[in-house]
């Protein structure tokens, strides 16, 4: 199975903008879709984007719309999180995921990276 693990997480302050990585070994992401969630703390894990294997369709939450982006590039098994205007709220661990199809809930992927700390604070 692939193992995931992301990166690119730290302290950064409000308005910032951060990009994660997502990287994959012991396999490849091809034709996983893949997922990124948070989770911030005392909080469920909630869904942030998806994309597809192929990389031509893309889903955000609605609080990620206008916000994020997601890609990948399938030759370096990544995927990438691009966050703009980040907010004290978007604090969190950051994970990236593969699944069969691209969806909305943790139970959709099967393999799931250990997280990325991302702090948005001044």
């Known amino acids: 199975q692939v193992q995931l693990e992301e990166s690119g997480g730290g302290l950064v302050q409000p308005g910032d903008s951060l990009r994660l990585s997502c990287t994959a070994s012991?396999?490849?992401?091809?034709?996983?879709?893949m997922g990124w969630f948070r989770q911030a703390p005392g909080k469920e894990r909630e869904f942030v984007g998806t994309?597809?294997?192929?990389?031509?369709?893309?889903y955000y939450s609605e609080f990620a719309e206008g916000r994020v982006t997601i890609s990948r590039d399938i030759a370096r098994n990544s995927m990438y999180l691009r966050i703009h205007s980040l907010k004290p709220e978007d604090t969190g661990v950051y994970y990236c995921?593969?699944?069969?199809?691209?969806?909305?809930?943790?139970?959709?992927?099967?393999?799931w990276g250990q997280g990325t700390q991302v702090t948005v604070s001044s």
């Open positions: 995921a593969a699944g069969r199809r691209v969806g909305y809930v943790v139970e959709d992927y099967d393999a």
């Open positions: 012991g396999g490849t992401f091809s034709p996983y879709a």
């Open positions: 994309i597809s294997w192929r990389g031509g369709v893309t």
